[in-house]
């Protein structure tokens, strides 16, 4: 039980950072963080269900996995902009290109593929 606690924690701080810096990403780690907490602590995760913006989405997925046309934009968005900070940075380096272009490719496929939310 503690171990989904602080699997739920370290995921919803990793989230927090995300409020401030805008290619950091929010959802997918308060995903985890509501995922977890369900299993730890029902209450917290009701909380993040609640939180305006990312709540409704997040307990959406959670749900039915599916995801709303915005929410994609915005992922694919932060993933383009994350892949151009690894090529302007890693350029160099094939490794880092590789690994972080990679693991990129897999998470713009994976949430393409998410079916359409529908209200």
């Known amino acids: 039980m503690w171990i989904w606690r602080a699997i739920g924690s ?3 701080v990793l989230g ?3 409020l401030a810096i805008p290619v950091w990403p929010t959802t ?3 995903i985890v963080a509501a995922l ?3 299993k730890s602590n029902p209450i917290w995760a009701d909380w993040i269900y609640r939180q305006p913006g990312v709540g409704p989405t ?3 997925f959670i749900e039915t996995g599916a995801m709303g046309r915005e929410a994609k934009i915005a992922a694919l968005i932060g993933m383009s902009i994350a892949a151009g900070l ?5 350029y160099r380096n094939p490794w880092m290109l590789g690994f972080g272009l990679g693991l990129i490719a897999i998470g713009a496929v994976f949430v393409i593929t998410r079916k ?3 209200d």
């Open 58 to 60: 997040i307990k959406a």
């Open 28 to 30: 997918i780690f308060w």
């Open 10 to 12: 370290l995921a919803f």
């Open 116 to 118: 359409p939310l529908r």
């Open 16 to 18: 927090a950072i995300g």
């Open 36 to 38: 977890a907490f369900a």
């Open 86 to 90: 690894i090529v302007i940075f890693g």
